[in-house]
């Protein structure tokens, strides 16, 4: 796989052709793994994380041998490829910017990606376009069955599968979704949603995972507690919390369509107006701009838009994505230049 | 004369084609008169009121025969038009709100206007487009002329020309130009500006004349004295100061250019692209805008955009005109939106 194929192509989650893609953008399931034979990266050192590396990455190259499939080492990958595997959600920010021997395998459509001694040893996600729990969990189900064939995973009868930071034991299992929430933050109507989550034990984050504030009216919704669950109740809890986060939204973009029409289609249109013609444009209000053209999309009002125009920009714009595109390193100034003028030429 | 004609056309003065109209909108000089048999009208009732317009009605047709010339008669004229009449800078606010018997004579290029029954039995006013004030001033004086065959003044051989309110006695001459300063203001130097103004006894007004506040970095300045100088003196004073308020201007814009093309740049088109997309605006963020549009016209960033376009903008987006064209009374909520429309639809 070369790099240009990163900036020729995008990822599966980006076409925006998923199930209900007029509220989530996305549906992610990762799996915390460990092997027993060797101790937590924790308490690894070097020599040890280097030998967990080249193990693991033998036993992937086994499980998926296709050309499909490729393996990534990050130690001596630069700054600016390991931060477009960020940009791309194939890896964590704290893998792209760690330290020693690890790496990531990833699929051609990049609905699977395996991280090497992040956190733990293994970290498998899968992520689909749209609302897809059950299909997303095969794909990372079958990945994590694949893998065991050929590895020993640390497995405590009891309390599950073990990993680095407790709150992962049990089934190791993430799933979140990534919401499109305008109307809800245009009706100033977030609060109650997040306290209603964080009752339910949901975390929320920002587009780009842990630590980020919530940019583009874009949250990322994930289970707390994996320990005393099993999958499949971690799976139908989602199966009915999501729904009803849809339905208030919805019924909220109903709402505004129908007591400020003029209000929603002059936000969207001025969106459209500025990322078509702005000269230089920051990274954040970039996003905030496509999540009022996201909105306009779904809403029908700007029918000349494909929706998956919309998601490859919230991609195709951001930092490392850029500084590829234009094959050299660029200051944020010139960045914010080269940003507007990528926006021009790519948004119909 | 039909009000149609309002809409179908616009004013010499709306051409953008003057002198220096990178800076200089437009160059006004108005003449206060009274008439020496009849009372000032501040101590008229409104018989006399009635008579003096009957009386300068008639002189008015006498000296302007031709139907190039229209009289209207503005106290039973809905205020619609007489707001109309306003926004074209054809009369004054108080001329359009105000009570009694009273009238314009305007003619079809609207470089004349002549308002009876204002603050004084007369006032006459010429107008161009960029910067002239000899054409401008030969266009007033050679109406005041013809003027003074028909109705004798009130003139005081040591004071000059009596007047209602004392600050015009004398010349009863005003010299106005609209000045557009953009550079100045992004620049935080219209403050310095202000002050040379003042201190050389020049008055800085709004777009709208008395007691608006400057928006969309429009300035228009005029002579504060009128006693004690003559016509020529006044004139010549601002032929000193205009140019160094134009160099001023230029040297900024140059500047900034050079500084930062890109912010510039920006500025103007993100201005292009919401007045070419938004769904309402109000008219002082169009104003805000179109002020923006217009240095980039200026600076050649714009080339598709005619001046005109942009100028006669600035007028047909005030409320009356746009209700004159949409044939019926809109709240200003309905005007945002029919704005909003008429811009997109204008603005090539």
Redesign the interface.
């Known amino acids: 796989m070369k790099w240009d194929d990163f900036l020729q192509r995008s990822g599966e989650w980006l076409k925006g052709n998923g199930p209900d893609g007029d509220v989530v953008v996305s549906t992610r399931v990762r799996l915390a793994r460990n092997l027993s034979r060797f101790p937590f990266l924790t308490v690894a050192n070097p020599e040890t994380r280097s030998q967990i590396e080249q193990y693991v990455r033998g036993r992937l190259q086994e499980a998926f041998p296709t050309r499909d499939f490729q393996y990534l080492s990050l130690m001596r990958m630069p700054m600016i490829d390991r931060q477009l595997l960020f940009e791309r959600h194939l890896v964590s920010r704290e893998h792209a910017v760690g330290e020693g021997e690890r790496g990531v395998a990833i699929n051609s459509d990049e609905t699977l990606s395996i991280m090497v001694n992040e956190e733990d040893h293994l970290r498998l996600q899968a992520m689909r376009s749209g609302l897809q729990l059950d299909l997303t969990w095969e794909g990372v189900d079958q990945a994590d069955t694949e893998l065991e064939k050929r590895l020993s995973y640390a497995f405590h009868p009891r309390f599950g599968y073990l990993t680095a930071c407790p709150t992962n034991v049990g089934t190791g299992m993430r799933v979140s979704v990534m919401l499109h929430l305008p109307a809800a933050v245009i009706s100033k109507q977030m609060d109650k949603v997040l306290q209603t989550l964080a009752r339910l034990n949901y975390t929320v984050r920002g587009l780009n995972g842990e630590g980020t504030s919530p940019v583009g009216d874009l949250f990322q919704i994930s289970n707390q507690a994996t320990l005393g669950k099993s999958e499949q109740d971690i799976l139908s809890e989602m199966r009915k919390v999501v729904p009803e986060v849809l339905k208030f939204e919805r019924s909220w973009r109903h709402k505004l369509l129908h007591d400020e029409p ?2 929603v ?2 936000k969207v ?2 969106a ?10 920051s990274s954040e209000e970039t996003i905030e701009l496509l999540s009022a053209l996201r909105l306009g999309v779904h809403l029908g009002l700007l029918s000349h838009v494909p929706m998956a125009a919309v998601n490859e920009l919230f991609v195709f714009t951001q930092p490392s994505h850029l500084q590829k595109i234009e094959g050299k390193a660029l200051d944020p100034e010139q960045r914010d ?1 080269v940003r ?1 003028e990528f926006i021009r030429k790519r948004l119909p």
């Open positions: 003029r209000k289609e002059d249109w001025r459209y107006g500025i990322l078509k013609h702005a000269r230089t444009i230049v507007a």
